[in-house]
């Protein structure tokens, strides 16, 4: 072997050897950005059930995860699997209480009396921690005031779009809300609010003003984890798959 064939082979021999040094000092500095504790937790995530994690506050079979709001229990219609409002029995609440919550819930508004306009077409609401309210309503060509209807934070926020469909039709809401936070009786972070109205973003990361209120202007009082609200408008609002995860 002649010398010239001699230095290519080492020259090759020194460029193999650095690239490797290079590459594996390049691993080394990755490694220093990867976190590998703690592990997530695994969970399975069925089509069109819950979460393995998650708690069922309504699965169609009663309503032991509910209670009125008056004391006692929760008055409300079942039947082949989906909660109705029952008319004048009052709010029902959740006996677990929560603080920052991943919320999935179907609803569904009948079919409408011609005579139903604005607010009084199949109303109800859910609210987080007894207090924030995101509105359920048959928007379905049904104006109102725009931080009244399907998907506000009632009286605060307007959705970006309405995603109504129409009455007869099941709808959902996947709502991500975290909670205020105090210290002592004084607001230390506002509450924030995600919702998506038939797989739709229509509140992102909304900042909460206060309690929801239908007269005045929204505030803040101190509170801790609260449970869950469903609204008894006086409409027979259906509900169903209902379940939760604390965050």
Not at 129 to 135: K, T
Request: contains cysteine; charged residues 15%.
């Amino acid at each position: 072997m002649n010398s010239s064939k001699l230095s290519s082979l080492a020259m090759g021999l020194i460029l193999a050897s650095h690239s490797a040094w290079a590459q594996s000092d390049m691993e080394k500095q990755a490694q220093k950005t990867e976190v590998w504790e703690p592990e997530p937790q695994i969970i399975a995530a069925p089509d069109n059930a819950p979460p393995s994690d998650a708690t069922v506050l309504f699965g169609g079979a009663g309503l032991n995860a509910w209670q009125s709001v008056k004391g006692g229990d929760a008055a409300w219609t079942v039947k082949d699997g989906v909660m109705t409002v029952k008319p004048g029995s009052g709010d029902i609440r959740s006996k677990a209480e929560f603080c920052d919550v991943q919320l999935h819930l179907e609803w569904q508004v009948p079919e409408p009396d011609p005579n139903m306009q604005g607010q009084q077409r199949n109303n109800s609401g859910v609210f987080l921690q007894q207090r924030y309210e995101i509105q359920i309503l048959d928007s379905y060509q049904n104006r109102t005031y725009s931080n009244g209807q399907a998907g506000a934070l009632y009286k605060q926020v307007i959705p970006l779009v309405n995603a109504m469909r129409s009455p007869g039709q099941w709808q959902s809401y996947d709502i991500i809300f975290t909670a205020p936070r105090f210290d002592g009786s004084k607001l230390s972070r506002p509450g924030y609010i995600t919702v998506l109205h038939n797989g739709v973003v229509v509140q992102n990361h909304t900042e909460i003003q206060g309690n929801t209120v239908w007269v005045g202007e929204p505030s803040y009082e101190a509170h801790g984890c609260a449970p869950i609200q469903l609204q008894d408008h006086g409409n027979l609002v259906s509900f169903r798959n209902i379940w939760v995860r604390p965050l």
